[in-house]
């Protein structure tokens, strides 16, 4: 089993940054993609940035790619993202998820496909 604990949420101006951090506990799998989702309200949960914690391969979302940028430390079992340019549309809790099921065709940005999941932590972009 494996319990998630996100931090790092808050409220920012437009333009403005946050550093999400998402640590690990319990039995995070050596070789397993990890990442960040967010959902408004309102709105289906979305893939944001992954990672697989052995090849430290990437996977962005349009809206994130060239803005945010997810980084992992295994040594903390933690991974980060760090998100500049925040826009008011980027206003959603996100969450931090692990343990993808192998599926073919499927996608790492597919929310349905992972086990684990962290309580998650608001981020509000307003003027």
């Known amino acids: 089993q494996v319990q998630l604990g996100e931090s790092g949420g808050g409220s920012v101006q437009p333009g403005g940054s946050l550093r999400l951090s998402c640590a690990a506990s319990?039995?995070?799998?050596?070789?397993?993609?990890m990442g960040w989702f967010r959902q408004a309200p309102g709105k289906e949960r979305e893939g944001v940035a992954v990672?697989?914690?052995?090849?430290?391969?990437?996977v962005y979302s349009d809206s994130a790619r060239g803005r945010f940028r997810i980084s992992l430390d295994n040594a903390k079992n933690t991974v980060y993202l760090q998100m500049n340019g925040l826009q008011p549309e980027d206003t959603a809790m996100y969450y931090c998820?692990?343990?993808?099921?192998?599926?073919?065709?499927?996608?790492?940005?597919?929310?349905?496909?992972?086990?684990?999941w962290g309580q998650g932590t608001q981020v509000t972009v307003s003027s």
């Open positions: 319990g039995s995070p799998l050596n070789s397993d993609v």
């Open positions: 990672i697989h914690t052995g090849n430290r391969m990437a």
């Open positions: 998820a692990t343990g993808w099921r192998r599926t073919t065709g499927g996608s790492w940005l597919d929310s349905a496909l992972y086990d684990y």
